[in-house]
């Protein structure tokens, strides 16, 4: 079983940056694809990021592109989301996602994590 756990969110001002991290246990998993959604409230749950087993190939939706960063580092299992330019409607629990099949955008992952709360003020 794999467990993710997400850190590094919380209340920032707008146009300030975030940086998350989402570390997985429980067993390796540097081939699985790796994302990033969130959820509003009030809304459903959104894809935000994805990127391959490597790094090389990212998916963003189109309203973070240019803003958003993901990137992995495999030899520490994690994930991360760089966050810049930050706006108040990125405002969200933050979702990080490893699933074994390579959908663009990833559909419902195999696994999730448990969310970490992002607060952007205006």
């Known amino acids: 079983q794999v467990q993710l756990v997400e850190s590094g969110g919380g209340l920032v001002q707008a146009g300030g940056s975030l940086r998350l991290s989402c570390a997985a246990s429980?067993?390796?998993?540097?081939?699985?694809?790796r994302a990033w959604f969130r959820q509003a409230p009030g809304k459903e749950r959104e894809f935000v990021a994805e990127c391959n087993w490597s790094g090389e190939a990212t998916y963003y939706t189109d309203s973070v592109k240019g803003r958003f960063t993901i990137s992995r580092d495999n030899a520490k299992n994690t994930v991360y989301l760089q966050m810049n330019s930050l706006k108040p409607e990125d405002t969200a629990v933050y979702y990080c996602a490893a699933d074994t099949k390579t959908a663009q955008p990833m559909g419902v992952p195999d696994y999730w994590g448990q969310g970490t709360q992002v607060t952007v003020s205006s």
């Open positions: 429980g067993r390796t998993i540097s081939t699985y694809a």
